[in-house]
């Protein structure tokens, strides 16, 4: 068992032949510290009426009810100490007090500011209109697009790329950039390599 006396110095010793007054000027909760060596009865008295408490030997705790008049009385033949916090006026109200505290206003804000504020939030509206407004558009475009080979540029249609001649353009001639390919002359073998590359004086086959 764990006593805890606390402050001793709170502590009252009560006189023999007298009773422990509790101050009070209505029904409250009372809770009284005694520590009695020898076996005391307590009893609280409320006009008329004795109601007994407990028989204390040591340090005990009583806790109980009481009306505005009250008062315990300790029957023993030893010594009786107490502690108690009834009647202890634990929070005073005071008028006379200065108190020193000040509720921080708010200062007004400048018209000029406020104006400029209100547009730049205006604009800032307006911009985060036109982007999304311009996204939309070009996420409509992209899917509107015709598919296409993104390297090479050729249509896709039906998962194939479609070549040149599909779209109508016409494909280079065989004989290069200059037109139609030269026909070999009559009784002349077509040779790989151009009339100028062949010497001068050599036979044909």
């Not at 400029?116 to 939309?136: I, P, S, V």
């Not at 509107?144 to 016409?170: C, F, K, Q, R």
């Amino acid at each position: 068992m764990v006593v805890r006396i606390h402050n001793v110095s709170k502590w009252v010793k009560v006189p023999e032949g007298k009773v422990i007054e509790l101050v009070g000027d209505r029904d409250r909760k009372v809770r009284i510290e005694v520590n009695c060596p020898e076996p005391t009865r307590f009893d609280v008295v409320e006009g008329d009426f004795l109601t007994f408490l407990a028989v204390v030997q040591g340090y005990e705790v009583l806790e109980f009810v009481a009306g505005a008049q009250a008062h315990v009385v300790p029957t023993t033949e030893g010594e009786v100490w107490y502690f108690t916090n009834d009647g202890d006026q634990i929070a005073e109200e005071r008028d006379d007090l200065v108190s020193f505290t000040k509720i921080a206003s708010r200062r007004a804000r400048n018209p000029e500011l406020e104006l400029m504020m209100f547009k730049m939030n205006q604009n800032m509206e307006r911009r985060m209109a036109q982007q999304a407004a311009e996204m939309a558009a070009m996420l409509a475009a992209q899917a509107a697009e015709v598919p296409h080979d993104p390297e090479t540029g050729e249509v896709i249609e039906n998962g194939e790329v479609s070549s040149g001649n599909d779209l109508g353009t016409a494909s280079p001639p065989a004989g290069g950039e200059g037109g139609a390919a030269e026909q070999p002359a009559a009784g002349q073998v077509a040779s790989a390599k151009p009339a100028a590359a062949i010497p001068a004086g050599s036979a044909t086959a």
